[in-house]
């Protein structure tokens, strides 16, 4: 026997399994630097792809706005935020800086959650100048053109109105984006509901190109790209992170190439082949992606690469703030079946996308097909049952559960970070 430790809130859960058991892991963790984030990160805005540097792009704007990930996502932002407001002063003494916080369609991010995320000293100089994006609020976003699927491209003002719009971020693999980063920052990031809706509508989930790891062909990769190119994002500073949130590699300039390059390096570490089981365990990665139900089909969407027809997934997220929209909650909980849900929603047209229509698509997607047990935090217990799945307080439980429903000779695979690999032949 063996232990695999999978990652839950901001610790592990450990389950004995057979020593044949397929454990699914990205090679992040072979990625070794004897430097530091901050040095990475100075490295790779000291040599841009196909981009001035960004003091170059900062000398004689008046102002820059640079767009900074919010509390759901675990972006190093104290690596990141530091060298390239020293970039950006170096071009510019003067230039007045705007933190935008992109919160896409997730609620929005707490002062104390900014504090952890930037830290005491950036927080208390940017604290006058921090911009929490609103999506709901019409008054606060502004129309800059036309998506390639129809829907008008509305972002930020605060955006639309920088002399110089630049973003952070960090490129992992997504489960219909193809990946996160770069054009990201933007659509969702920053655009308004309207502009969100549109882009993420059902025939747009439905694409076998709308998978984890797929960018070309991907018509919601199209969208965003072109949101981004309309908003003129002139420069991202993406990193990429181990198993521990570490910056290892960053990658700086154009938002199209830059992000592309960081794509393509970190495909060769987290791409894995499928061990197709009758009971498949999966995680979203631990905090902060496992704090709500909204989230968790990302890391489910790679046990569901995994699930022989019938299989059970067991899912691993802590729900500790919750189900993450209500939206999304409510159309699970108050839909007859599953199977009914999944099939409105596909008949639902582009225009009348509802919010959060996306998650619950490829959540209902998983869940008419396979048998959802989550472990969580035993104040979700509800919850998880409001989601039509099985709920088990602990790992040993939910196994055991598993066997129960699949039999002793079941086999078995783990995955114990969902939401970093990718799961294809």
């Not at 900062?58 to 970039?87: F, N, W, Y």
């Not at 003067?94 to 369609?105: E, M, P, R, S």
């Not at 008008?152 to 990946?179: Q, T």
């Not at 429903?405 to 079941?410: S, T, Y």
């Amino acid at each position: 026997m063996k232990t695999v430790q999978f990652l839950y809130g901001k610790g592990t859960m450990d389950l004995q399994v057979p020593d044949e058991t397929p454990v699914l892991t990205s090679n992040i963790d072979a990625l070794k630097s004897d430097k530091d984030g901050l040095t990475i990160v100075r490295e790779a805005l000291a040599n841009p792809i196909d981009s001035p540097r960004l003091c170059e792009l900062a000398a004689g704007k008046p102002d820059c706005t640079i767009i900074i990930s919010d509390h759901t996502r675990p972006v190093p932002s104290q690596d990141i935020l530091p060298p390239m407001i020293e970039e950006l002063r170096k071009g510019n003494p003067d230039i007045k800086i705007t933190l935008l916080v992109a919160t896409g369609f997730h609620r929005p991010t707490t002062v104390e959650e900014l504090r952890g995320k930037l830290g005491d000293a950036l927080y208390e100089e940017f604290k006058d100048n921090i911009v929490v994006h609103d999506a709901h609020d019409p008054a606060k976003n502004v129309k800059v053109g036309v998506l390639p699927s129809g829907p008008d491209c509305i972002i930020d003002k605060v955006a639309k109105e920088a002399s110089l719009l630049v973003a952070e971020g960090f490129i992992e693999a997504h489960f219909f984006a193809g990946f996160s980063g770069g054009r990201k920052s933007v659509l969702p990031g920053i655009c308004d509901a309207v502009t969100v809706m549109g882009n993420h509508c059902s025939k747009f989930i439905d694409s076998p190109y709308s998978r984890t790891g797929i960018l070309d062909h991907n018509p919601m990769h199209e969208d965003m790209l072109a949101a981004a190119r309309m908003a003129k994002l002139a420069f991202i500073c993406n990193v990429i992170i181990d198993e521990d949130k570490k910056t290892v590699a960053a990658y700086a300039g154009n938002m199209e190439t830059a992000h592309r390059a960081g794509v393509d390096f970190l495909s060769g570490y987290c791409v894995v082949k499928p061990a197709p089981a009758d009971i498949v365990i999966t995680t979203n990665g631990g905090y902060p992606l496992d704090q709500n139900a909204y989230q968790s089909p990302k890391g489910m969407t790679a046990g569901e690469a995994c699930a022989k027809p019938g299989a059970v997934i067991i899912m691993l997220a802590s729900l500790c703030d919750g189900h993450g929209g209500e939206d999304y909650y409510k159309s699970i909980r108050d839909a007859e079946t599953i199977q009914s849900l999944y099939d409105q929603i596909l008949a639902t047209p582009q225009e009348q996308t509802p919010p959060d229509q996306w998650c619950v698509q490829i959540y209902a997607r998983i869940a008419k097909d396979y048998k959802v047990i989550y472990v969580a935090d035993k104040e979700q217990k509800q919850l998880v049952l409001d989601l039509k799945a099985e709920y088990a307080e602990t790992l040993d439980e939910a196994y055991a559960r598993a066997r129960e429903l699949k039999g002793p000779d079941a086999s078995l695979t783990c995955i114990p970070n969902g939401i970093s690999v990718i799961v294809k032949d």
